[in-house]
Each structure stands twice: as C-alpha cells, then as structure tokens.
C-alpha cells in the first residue's frame, strides 16, 4: 500500500502524519469559499499540508501553514517543497497558541477534528492531531479573531 495520496497538480505523503487524508478533508479544501480579494491564508494545524495545497490551486494568495508536531512538520515541509506551489505557502513549525503573528490574514482555515474528553490513542501524535488538548475550540477563536 501506498503512503501517499496523488491528486492532480500535487502528491501528498502521509506515513509520518498522525492526520491521513480523507474524504471530509477533502471536500472542506474543495468546497472552502475563497473571496475574491484573498491574497493571504493562514492554515493553522496544517498537517499533510493537504488544504494549503488544495487552496494554492484555487487562489493565488500567499499561505502560511502552521503545524506544532516536528515529525508532522518536516512532512509537511517535504510536502509543499515537492509541489508546484512552493513559492506561495510557508510550513512553519511552532505552536500556534504561542506564535506572533506579524500580519493579519484575509481567510483563516483549520480542519478541527477535536476530540474533547473523549477516549485516547496511546500515540501521542495522534492524540495532539484529533484532541483539543493542545487548542481548544475557545482558543481557536481566539486566535483567529486576534489573527484576521
């Protein structure tokens, strides 16, 4: 079997991920309303790096993706280097709860899977992917209020 997910102008690898590409993640990049005047997006917990690729191809705004786990995080690197995108969206490595943004966004994303209270893997990985552990839903608003 594969590790990675082709799709027409870019391949996504996914064996270090937590997240894997699926069918939801899918439809949200496909169907998220870009506005006409998007010329910047934040993808916060970019993951794959799957939804800033899926938006690259649709808009011509500049990304900046943020993942906070380092295995997840050299992935996604390898991902958007690999693409023919490269130029337009930054993989940052950081936790998005403590960085500072220097800018604002014109459309912010996130594929929230969150878990809250629920029943836990014994990864790690996977538990700072799915639970809202590391950004809650409050904390996310947060951040996206503060960052557009």
């Known amino acids: 079997m594969n590790s990675y997910f082709q799709f027409k102008q870019f391949k996504i690898q996914q064996n270090k991920c937590a997240q894997k590409v699926t069918e939801i993640a899918c439809i949200f990049g496909a169907a998220c309303p ?25 808009s011509k705004a500049k990304i900046d993706c943020i993942e906070i786990d380092s295995e997840t995080s050299f992935q996604l690197q390898d991902n958007i280097q690999n693409s023919i995108f490269k130029n337009r969206i930054t993989p940052l490595f950081h936790d998005v709860n403590s960085y500072s ?30 639970h ?13 209020k503060k960052s557009s």
């Open 34 to 58: 870009i506005p006409e005047n998007t010329f910047s997006i934040l993808d916060i917990g970019g993951g794959t790096g799957l939804l800033s690729l899926m938006l690259a191809q649709r």
């Open 101 to 130: 943004f220097d800018k604002k966004y014109d459309l912010i994303i996130c594929n929230p899977p969150f878990f809250s209270n629920s029943l836990k893997s014994k990864s790690a990985q996977k538990n700072k992917a799915w």
């Open 132 to 144: 809202d552990d590391t950004l809650s839903l409050s904390q996310l608003f947060f951040l996206t």
